[in-house]
Structures are given as C-alpha cells and as structure tokens.
C-alpha cells in the first residue's frame, strides 16, 4: 500500500479511533471490522464486513446469555485447584522494571490465570478429537465447535492481558496516575475479563455434553469464575472502562458525576 493510499485510509471517518487497543484480536469474530483502520490494513477482502459483523454480534450475545445463565447456576464446588484466588498479594511499589516483572509474574492472579492455561491444555489433551467425532455422532457438533474455538482463543490470551495489566498498573502506580479516571490498566484487566467471561460461557456450552463424560468442567467453571472474582477485585474499576468501538458510555452516570 502506498503512502497516500495509506494517508487517506487513515483519515476516513468510518474507522474509530484506538479501537484495536482493547480488542481481542479475534478479527474473524469481530463485530466491527468495518470500523477498525487495523483490519483494513491487514486485510485485502472487503466484501460482506457488513453481514460478518453482524453475525459475529449476535454469536456473542448467544454466549454472553450461556454465561449469565451459568452463573447464576453456579454454585460451590470446592476450592480444589491450589490457589487461592481471595487472598490477593498486595502491589507493592518496586525500584527497577525488573522487579515489577517479578513481581506481576509471582502476582497470584497471573499464576493463576497461567495455571488456567495448563488446565486448558490438559483437558484438551487427547481429547479434542474424540469427543469431535461422538459430538458429530450425537449431530450437535456446531455449537461444540464453536465453544472449543472461543476456549482456545482465549486460553494464552487470558494470562497474556492479566499480565499486562498488573505490569502497568504498577506503572502507573509509580507514576502516581492512579487518579479518578479509568487507566491503560483497567482496559488491558477488562478485555482480560470479558476474555473469562466468554470462556466461562463456552465451558457452560461443553457442559451440556455432560453425558459424554466431559471431565472436570465444572471445576474449570468455577476456577475461572474465583479468577474473575480476582481480577475484579485487583482493577475495581475495569468493567467500567470504556473501549472505544466497543462499549457505550452510559449518559445516567456521566451527568449524576458531572451534578454531585
Ligand atoms: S478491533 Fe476487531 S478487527 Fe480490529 S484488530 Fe481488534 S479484533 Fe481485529
């Protein structure tokens, strides 16, 4: 692509600014390609981004559903897997870069959204392929399809973002930008928490395959449902980030902000 195509790319109104900063860099499952300058750049086809965004919009509310009903279904199942989420290391300040690595890595959200990772892969090992093949059997393999798709997606990615998200929160905590307003922080922790969220929603998909002997799924459930409750608790302001492109701001709060 040349400079000026480039140039006038750039300033077309239809991309939104920042959109691919809190994104999960799931184009094929985005609802807003159409809108994102980053897309466009990588990408060549642009034909039918309409009908694929509004399908990807719809997919995801059909899990964000699953999800909210599972929760609700949720209940105790034990505190097996090792870690306890609730006793939060506090972010103590660090001198050197170093030390904050060190520090993010021995985070107890980012063992633990590690260890979801591993858990992951365990479940999957030896096992994708037939329990593919008894689905097709039981001819409700799509929605199993998907549900494996959005669990791999996420399954790196979740503890990728946790980490980022505790590295510049102590940034930003030397910095001493930890005012009333919402930081890089809270972004990177909320795509990490929609990230749990959509994995809790496609175990819940899995689960329904319970006659299939689907193994410790709701274990891995209620791992990731102590994980949110954690990385809710570290950013308490991250499910009300805004990201551009993709959440609105709600007008109520803004004008009862701007009037007390
Ligand atoms: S905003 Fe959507 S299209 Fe753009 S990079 Fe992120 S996932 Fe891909």
């Not at 300033?11 to 184009?27: H, L, M, V």
């Not at 306890?84 to 870069?97: H, M, Q």
């Not at 608790?233 to 109520?252: E, H, K, M, Q, V």
Request: net charge negative.
């Amino acid at each position: 692509m040349n400079r000026d195509r480039l140039k006038k790319l750039a300033a077309d109104e239809r991309f939104i600014a920042g959109i691919y900063n809190y994104c999960d860099r799931w184009c094929e499952r985005c609802p807003q390609t159409l809108h994102c300058l980053n897309f466009s750049l990588l990408e060549k086809e642009f034909s039918d981004r309409e009908t694929q965004d509004i399908r990807n919009e719809a997919f995801w509310k059909k899990l964000s559903e699953i999800l909210r009903a599972t929760l609700e279904l949720l209940g105790e199942t034990g505190k097996k897997w090792g870690i306890e989420l609730e006793t939060l290391n506090s972010l103590g300040a660090t001198e050197s870069r170093r030390a904050n690595d060190e520090a993010v890595e021995n985070h107890v959200i980012c063992r633990a959204a590690k260890s979801y990772s591993e858990i992951v892969e365990d479940w999957f090992r030896g096992r994708e392929r037939p329990f593919f093949e008894t689905a097709a059997v039981a001819n409700e393999g799509v929605d199993l399809e998907e549900a494996f798709e959005v669990i791999r997606w996420y399954q790196y990615f979740i503890a990728a973002k946790v980490t980022r998200a505790l590295g510049r929160k102590m940034e930003e905590e030397e910095e001493e930008r930890c005012d009333e307003f919402a930081n890089d922080s809270d972004g990177s922790a909320k795509i990490a928490l929609i990230a749990i969220d959509r994995s809790i929603g496609a175990w819940a998909v899995i689960l329904r395959y319970r006659h299939l002997h689907v193994g410790r799924v709701l274990e891995i459930i209620s791992f990731l449902d102590r994980l949110r409750q954690a990385v809710e608790a570290t950013f308490p302001r991250a499910r009300s980030f805004i990201r551009p492109g993709f959440d609105s701001i709600d007008l109520n709060i803004l004008v009862s902000g701007i009037e007390s």
